[in-house]
């Protein structure tokens, strides 16, 4: 839990996450989203990927696999965008797992202003629990075109306030010129959806190439007084339908992310963070 000098706690919310992929993603596609709506996005991330590009084949001689260095310190920087003509963009800077030490007095009192709001709270995916805060940015959707089409740099998307917190808060820094822009994954996303009891939210994420990939996931935000309980009774729901959750270590945007740095990135530059003082 977050905790200010003061020891005032701060945990906002449990995020509750059950994945699928491949054969059993299709499986809870057809089991549990709604025959039609959903909204649809664009999602891609900012990495500073190493010994770029990728292919299936140098990574077989190579025995390396692509290094995420990002990831690795627990920074994701996400770019979303929405389909159609009205659909809007946002730029999102997550730290997890987020050390609790690292979150300054300041942005333990910081929760919305403008375009910004910013939400600490627990991230659970079975047995992997962890701490995470995520700092988003309704930036619009011109401003992430600009980033994905190789006409602006990926600070532009992310606020003065997203930068401020990194250069503060995150275990690593990340100078000009340093990130790829890796992407699209196609994403569909049903919200509210009941489930006997749970209220939760679904969303199918595609990977288009040579050889296509597919995730589903079923997530449910909740107070994290009983988290623990919630997440057992929606694990039984889930298993009681036939659906086979995914036992792998790795979480899904790390294989998201590990997938897309073996293709095709769009040209991107630094994100420019500021760096800390002292």
Not at 148 to 174: I, K, Y
Not at 192 to 217: N, Q, T
Not at 220 to 228: C, D, S
Not at 238 to 265: H, I, M, N, S, W
């Amino acid at each position: 839990m977050f905790a200010d000098p003061g020891n005032r706690p701060r945990l906002d919310s449990v995020e509750i996450r059950v994945t699928f992929s491949g054969t059993d993603a299709a499986a809870a596609l057809r089991t549990l989203a709604p025959d039609h709506g959903g909204a649809r996005r664009r999602v891609y991330f900012c990495e500073a990927v190493t010994h770029f590009p990728y292919t299936p084949g140098t990574l077989a001689h190579s025995r390396t696999t692509p290094g995420l260095p990002l990831m690795d310190a627990g920074v994701t920087l996400r770019l979303r965008v929405g389909s159609g003509r009205g659909g809007g963009g946002d730029a999102t800077a997550v730290l997890r797992p987020c050390r609790t030490s690292r979150i300054t007095e300041h942005w333990l009192g910081f929760r919305a202003q403008g375009p910004d709001s910013l939400r600490l709270g627990g991230d659970w995916s079975g047995e992997n629990r962890v701490l995470a805060a995520s700092f988003a940015c309704d930036c619009g959707r011109t401003a992430v075109e600009a980033v994905t089409s190789g006409g602006a740099p990926p600070a532009t998307a992310f606020s003065g306030r997203q930068r401020a917190f990194l250069a503060e808060c995150a275990d690593v820094r990340v100078g000009p010129g340093d990130l790829a822009v890796l992407g699209p994954v196609l994403t569909q996303r049903w919200s509210g959806v009941r489930l006997d009891h749970h209220r939760v939210r679904l969303e199918r994420w595609s990977l288009r190439g040579s050889e296509p990939m597919e995730w589903f996931e079923v997530s449910e935000r909740v107070a994290p007084e009983g988290a623990e309980v919630v997440q057992a009774s929606l694990t039984v729901l889930l298993r009681g339908q036939g659906l086979e959750p995914d036992l792998a270590p790795k979480p899904l945007t790390r294989r998201v992310l590990e997938a897309l740095a073996l293709g095709t990135r769009v040209p991107g530059h630094g994100l420019g963070v500021p760096g800390r003082r002292g």
